[in-house]
């Protein structure tokens, strides 16, 4: 302890690396959703960020479009080196700073692995599946404590790496009921042992530190399922209506309210359920407006309304019968066409791909050609994004596709967004211009 002496440790945070084979130009620092800093990749693929007055937690960088978390305190000065075609895997962090993130990646890639091991854990009778997960999570503490053995973390890191193994723990508890009936086929859930959630007694449901955090996120989606199936099954026995996705939802809007008080979680929560049911539910536009005219009471402000108005919109825009959007987009001699005036005579798919993802285009092609034969009547409409120009037309050529039947889009987050792509293999059945299903996959196209 000195008197009067000026405390010389340094205050900024340096974050460098180098990405093998990027997939764009740039890596962007977020602590939570604010970007902190972005860094364009030189001549050898080498970034760096440097910036002042962090806060100490959980950061995660942006390679799109992929992440992944760095946890960041003054004074670090932290490097990476990832190859994006193994991503996670690939990940070395070396300086200061490099020992919990590292152990962050190991955990992550453990996860993964244990992900398969569970899989098959759900068959077994709940007490035998508690032990065994139990045993899982023991492990890593036990790695932890090691850890922390060599190195010495702030509590929060130590917090942050002890909530990582239990949360990805109770996922697989939370799971269980629903999972268990799924592999053995049992008529109805398994009763379980009193002490089944006894960890739920020490949760924190509002925890300011990881609600950015994916463990953490998952965990409050999987157990806000659980606790709003479990609710409905005790008190709706007497309603008609509680198998309808619209029920169930308002269930899990509920206990959001009731259970979350930080508002972002919150927020997210309720985006994440909201996106869910508009996504996934595919419900009638009646439905879909009543669940939607309960969410707004629960979260009239929510941060997320904007997009998610927007998805609302976009998706009644999808409904049969309406024209297909407009969008701006090119054909192969460069010329500007719109979306809603192609094959405007016939039948038609309208499926997506990009140059990017070799295999999933070798696939979508060979499932082409496999609907071409079996639907003369109909035009396959290749929509590409994300591929520079000549390297599109050079794919079209090598692949041997009809030019005519092939379009690019300069502005993929508008026709991602607007014609609501959210899987690779989704697609659109289209007639005479008109749509006969916005939501059509590829791989399970029922044409007439
Ligand atoms: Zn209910």
Not at 102 to 130: H, R
């Amino acid at each position: 302890m000195s008197c009067g002496v000026v405390d010389k440790q340094v205050s900024s945070v340096y974050f460098a690396g180098e990405i093998v084979n990027p997939t764009t130009e740039y890596v962007v620092l977020y602590k939570d959703d604010q970007v902190i800093d972005s860094a364009k990749l030189d001549a050898r693929n080498r970034f760096n960020i440097r910036f002042n007055n962090a806060s100490e937690g959980l950061y995660h960088f942006d390679h799109s479009p992929q992440f992944h978390y760095v946890y960041l305190e003054k004074g670090d000065s932290l490097n990476l080196r990832l190859n994006t075609i193994e991503f996670d895997e690939s990940i070395v962090f070396s300086g200061k700073g490099a020992e919990i993130n590292n152990f962050i990646v190991e955990l992550f890639l453990a996860n993964e692995e244990d992900e398969s091991i569970v899989e098959q854990y759900f068959t077994l009778e709940p007490k035998v599946f508690n032990k065994k997960i139990e045993q899982l999570r023991k492990e890593k503490i036990r790695l932890l404590e090691e850890l922390l053995e060599e190195v010495s973390l702030s509590d929060r890191a130590t917090a942050l790496l002890k909530a990582t193994i239990d949360y990805n723990a109770f996922i697989y508890k939370e799971k269980y009921p629903f999972y268990h009936r799924a592999t053995t086929h049992e008529n109805r859930l398994h009763k379980l042992p009193n002490n089944f959630y006894d960890y739920r007694k020490e949760l924190s449901l509002n925890n300011r530190d990881l609600i950015y955090f994916r463990p953490y996120y998952n965990f409050m989606k999987y157990h806000l399922g659980n606790l709003a199936y479990m609710e409905c099954e005790k008190n709706c026995k007497d309603l008609i209506n509680t198998s309808s996705a619209v029920h169930f939802n308002e269930h899990k809007l509920k206990l959001t309210e009731a259970l979350v008080q930080e508002k972002k979680l919150k927020d997210n929560l309720y985006r994440n359920i909201v996106m869910h049911y508009l996504l996934k539910v595919k419900d009638s536009p009646e439905n879909t407006n009543l669940f939607m005219n309960t969410f707004y009471t629960y979260s009239p402000n929510n941060r997320h309304m904007g997009e998610i108005t927007k998805l609302h919109k976009d998706i009644q825009e999808l409904q049969p019968q309406k024209k297909l959007p407009r969008i701006e987009l090119l054909n192969t001699n460069g010329m500007g066409v719109h979306l809603n005036e192609i094959a405007l005579e016939k039948s038609a798919v309208f499926y997506f791909w990009s140059g990017r993802y070799q295999k999933h285009l070798n696939r979508t092609l060979a499932q082409i050609s496999q609907l071409e034969k079996q639907y003369p009547n109909y035009s396959f409409i290749g929509i590409n994004r994300n591929t520079e120009y000549n390297e599109w037309l050079k794919i079209i050529r090598e692949k041997g596709l009809n030019p005519k039947n092939q379009f690019r889009s300069e502005n993929f987050e508008e026709l991602k967004n607007t014609l609501v792509i959210d899987h690779l293999n989704k697609s659109i059945v289209t007639h005479k211009g008109f749509i006969i299903n916005g939501f059509a996959d590829l791989y399970s196209l029922r044409l007439k």
